[in-house]
DNA sequence: ACCTGAACACCGTTCAAGT
DNA sequence: ACCTGAACACCGTTCAAGT
């Protein structure tokens, strides 16, 4: 992401307090969201922490929203990445498909303030930030390319990929947005039992409809 | 819900500006979200629009939190009742059960501002809006109800009603969230067919093994 | 009991100016 | 090419004072 477009300054020289502050501006954006909220990120604290001028970021982003869509964009990439193990670790079999479900609420609630600049309606001129959009995009696509694997083996419906990937996508995300924030309460039982049930629950909803075990189909 | 803690005053004599401001109030807040966003909403502008002082919401509300938690209260209402509508219309049967899923969704479409922020993470502090939790809790509950009530017709899997419901709700939850984002976009084809096909596959995953069929079970 | 108006401590953003 | 510092036009909230 930043190595096509920002090309590397051949000597730093430690001119003022930074050699990259754009990457410095991101990750101290993500700390205050983790430990403080979206509300408690301002320019000014992030400048003084960075031990530079309040309007220093403009230097590098048009405004603040251009801030948080830096951070949905890493996010996006970081969901991505975190798929596409869950899913090749498990060998894109059924379990590795379970295994994707909840790796994707997993990351929801080990990074909270990502998912919430992700989804929380931070960015919504999607079409002025294109590499979010792609980033976006990349990560939709390693769904339904798994649906895709899936429907090869005869255990998910033949029904345009696409479309189940929305369908399943919309339900751990919304899975994961009551969650994160807080809507499950401790008398609802353990939260990984309600994902691991939910989880579950989707693949029923996919599933094709007579290969609920494992048998070579007709034909 | 302001029924039975605001007296109606004796006699409202028209004393400032305002014989209920803090309906009024509410009704502007509603007013701004759909219009111009929440974050258009200031209570100076509200204020000013209402004829009255910037601070006159402090005789009202603690805080604009609770403002919000206000419209949240009074969303989560009218979400409860178009439920109870949509499953009472189809006499409580497998087709009302889809329409209640619908309906849903149609709520967060038709009141996006509501629906913000009654999900948009504006209220932290549920534990200081009792009003709002009770009407939140009796929204999920038309949902447990109606659950319940297609357990009893055998169509739906026998486990704990809460447990199926807390996954019905998160499946609805997310594709409201995603469509009032803007997150499909038109050459994902028709919304209303993702929503029907959606509300399809979350009844495939809840439904009794074998009664996929209306069939008599054996006893 | 309800509302006002000035004041306080903040914001994001602009822009002329510095190195 | 990158950063500063003052200034502008806003915020939510407090509080003494009004009716």
Redesign the interface.
Known sequence: MTSPSVPIPKKPRTRYHHGDLRRALVSEAVRTIREEGVDALTLRAAGKRLGVSQTALYRHFPDKAALLAAVATEGFRMLRVTLDEAWSHGRGGIKAFHAMGVAYVRFARLNPSHY?VM???FVDD?IAEPELHTEASAAFQSLVDAIVAQQHLRVVRHEDP???A??V??????????TI??R?GKH??PIDD?ID??VT???????AERATTARAPRR
């Open positions: 919430r989804f929380g309606g999607l696409e479309q189940v929305r369908f996508w919309a339900a751990v995300h919304g899975l994961a947005m009551l924030d807080g499950f609802d039982g309600l049930y939910a629950r989707i693949r029923t909803g996919i599933a």
